[in-house]
């Protein structure tokens, strides 16, 4: 009985090594994954905003003469100063015109820019309730989107602008306005940024007349056009600027 006593505690003594043993090369390999779901290091609100991007919308007039909205967001990444535009199945094809239009606003957000751009690439995504994009009034929307992006602020949500841009800022006239200015406020914006002098626009009426005579009933219309204020049409507070900076200092929040 000796015997089998003493090799039982011996039996029992090797056991309780082996799992000690097992347990001091097990426990080190586990270590890693406690480390791995530790806190992670999180981007500042100016790098979340940059890459979240700003996203305006932009009235535009379809091909029936009809104000509509389309909308525009921008984004920056890592890069080399390159301009990108996003082609998918939600993104019309975009004119000519449009393209150059783009290409003065980024050189001039980057004017703007508190920051140095050589290594950003911008993308642009543009989505509207047409196949096509034309024309340059998305000008100055693009541009103020890019100053805003670049010099991290943010833009009012209830504001909208339309508006021509060149090279040296200079924010132009553009048609449609009081069609525009009717979209935007069906859409719920309260504020639209216009280029001087479309603070009124040209409304146009028909006038009808009939006369009766022995051979029956004459009808007569003329149509005429008269000026009108865009904020007693629509409602929206209307603001006229000279350029993009004054429309950033607007739109900004």
Excluded: H
């Amino acid at each position: 009985m000796g015997f089998v006593q003493n090799a039982l505690i011996i039996g029992m003594l090797a056991v309780v090594l082996f799992s000690l043993a097992v347990g001091y090369y097990i426990a080190p390999q586990a270590q890693p994954q406690a480390l791995a779901k530790g806190p992670q290091a999180t981007a500042s609100p100016a790098q979340q905003a940059a890459r979240q991007g700003i996203t305006v919308q932009i009235p535009a007039i379809d091909e029936n003469g009809e104000g509509k909205v389309a909308r525009v967001n921008v984004q920056e990444m890592p890069g080399s100063g390159r301009v990108l535009i996003e082609l998918g199945p939600d993104n019309p094809i975009i004119g000519g015109d449009t393209q150059d239009s783009i290409r003065t606003a980024v050189e001039l957000g980057k004017m703007f820019s508190t920051r140095d751009t050589a290594a950003i690439d911008l993308r642009y995504s543009i989505s509207a309730p047409s196949d096509e994009v034309s024309g340059k009034s998305a000008g100055a929307a693009v541009a103020v989107a890019t100053m805003a992006l670049l010099r991290g602020e943010r833009l009012r949500p209830d504001t909208i602008i339309t508006g021509t841009v060149n090279s040296r800022g200079v924010i132009g006239p553009v048609g449609g306005v009081l069609q525009k200015a009717k979209a935007a406020g069906q859409m719920g914006f309260r504020r639209i940024i216009v280029p001087v002098g479309e603070a009124t626009a040209a409304k146009s009426e028909t006038r009808c007349t009939q006369t009766s005579s022995p051979n029956g009933v004459r009808r007569e219309c003329t149509q005429t056009a008269a000026q009108v204020s865009v904020a007693a049409e629509t409602g929206l507070e209307v603001f006229e600027v000279r350029d993009a900076g004054e429309a950033l200092e607007l739109w900004r929040e």
